[in-house]
Structures are given as C-alpha cells and as structure tokens.
T-cell receptor
Framework: RKEVEQDPGPFNVPEGATVAFNCTYS??????FFWYRQDCRKEPKLLMS???SGNEDGRFTAQLNRASQYISLLIRDSKLSDSATYLC????????????FGTGTRLQVTL | DTEVTQTPKHLVMGMTNKKSLKCEQH?????MYWYKQKAKKPPELMFV???????INESVPSRFSPECPNSSLLNLHLHALQPEDSALYLC???????????FGSGTRLTVV
C-alpha cells in the first residue's frame, strides 16, 4: 500500500460545480496534513493545512478523519482558475523532517 | 521576504559537465530540502538539511552532491549526470515539517 494515495483523476467539472477529493494515508500516527496546489510546470504551493476539527478558507474546506485515515478537500463554486493538480501531503510519523506527497489529483474546470 | 529563490530557472548540461543549482531563503527557516520531480509525478525527496547539517539522504546517487554553506543557502552540485536525471529540481524550506514547506520555482534541468 502506498504511504499516501489519491485518485489521479482527471476530474472534469463545469464552472460553479462542487468537487471533492479524497486522500488516504497508511500510517495512523501521522501528525500533519496539507493540501498543495501545483499548476502545470510550476512549483507546488501550500493551499491549506488540514486540522482535526476541519477548516475552511473561502471556497475550500479541508477535513481530516483520523479513524479512517483519510483527508478530504472540497471546492465549492469551482472557477476556471482552480484547474490544477492537488497534492495531498502528510508528515508521516517517525519522519519528523520530511513530508510525503501523494501522486496528485488533476482537476480541470471547464466553461 | 517569504520566498525561496532558485537559480538558474533552466539549465541544459552535457553528461560530462559540472554545474550547480542554488537556493536561497531569508525566512529564518532552519530546514531546507531538495526534491526532484519528473513530469506527471509527485516530488521525490532527495536531501534534507536541518540546522545546516545533512539529516536525510534518500539514497541519492553520488553524482548529486548537496551543500549548505549557511542557514540561508543550499546548493546542489551536479557532475556526470545521465539523461534520465532530466527533471524539475525543487528547493524548499520550512520551520519544520509540521508547518509545511515553501517551495522555490525550481530549476528545469535537461541533460543531453
């Protein structure tokens, strides 16, 4: 089993749609969780951290389910500019200095 | 200053060349990282420096040699690379992995 797993997509959605991505991680003792966004041929950029209580930033909502070891990202009212690859990132337990990246989920928002 | 600056942005090198990639941050972050990313793949960790000391080497071939001259700078020295080493090389820094990383814009390396 991969340490961090994501559905690679692509997810093709119309503008204005709501879309959700899930990610699972293998190590139940993992400590920190993030969603990064990466545009084509650009560097990954931190979208948001994910907290146990769930957190929201504008149209973006992140949830963490420790019991099931999954993380989700919900995007409401999708914009064309949301088209990108979304990377689930985990600080695995016992790896204090490094983050482990999922393979990413590609989102394409269309007119 | 909340950026990680990488130079050069693009590099083409022959298999017998020696070149260096440079990374700089002035955020006071004490952890710095080198990642390699191939097309349509996630970033793969190469090296971690913590407080200017190499703390993780992910079994990277010796043709890649990292160096951390001070707390703001990180270099990656390249020698005798292979065409399959062509990739985007990303530098990142952080206060610690629990805080996430800030990435530089990367160096797109082509080995010919």
């Amino acid at each position: 089993r991969k340490e961090v797993e994501q559905d690679p997509g692509p997810f093709n959605v119309p503008e204005g749609a709501t879309v959700a991505f899930n990610c699972t991680y293998s190590n139940s003792a993992s400590q920190s969780f993030f969603w990064y966004r990466q545009d084509c041929r650009k560097e990954p950029k931190l979208l948001m951290s994910v907290y146990s209580s769930g957190n929201e930033d504008g149209r973006f909502t992140a949830q963490l389910n420790r019991a099931s070891q999954y993380i989700s990202l919900l995007i409401r009212d999708s914009k064309l500019s949301d088209s990108a690859t979304y990377l689930c990132v985990v600080n695995m337990a016992g790896t204090a200095s490094k983050l482990t990246f999922g393979t990413g989920t590609r989102l394409q928002v269309t007119l | 200053d909340t950026e990680v600056t990488q130079t050069p942005k693009h590099l083409v090198m022959g298999m017998t060349n020696k070149k260096s990639l440079k990374c700089e941050q002035h955020m006071g972050h004490r952890a710095m990282y080198w990642y390699k990313q191939k097309a349509k793949k996630p970033p793969e960790l190469m090296f971690v420096y913590s407080y200017e000391k190499l703390s993780i080497n992910e079994s990277v071939p010796s043709r890649f040699s990292p160096e951390c001259p001070n707390s703001s700078l990180l270099n990656l020295h390249l020698h005798a690379l292979q065409p399959e080493d062509s990739a985007l090389y990303l530098c990142a820094s952080s206060r610690g992995a629990n805080y996430g990383y800030t990435f530089g814009s990367g160096t797109r390396l082509t080995v010919v």
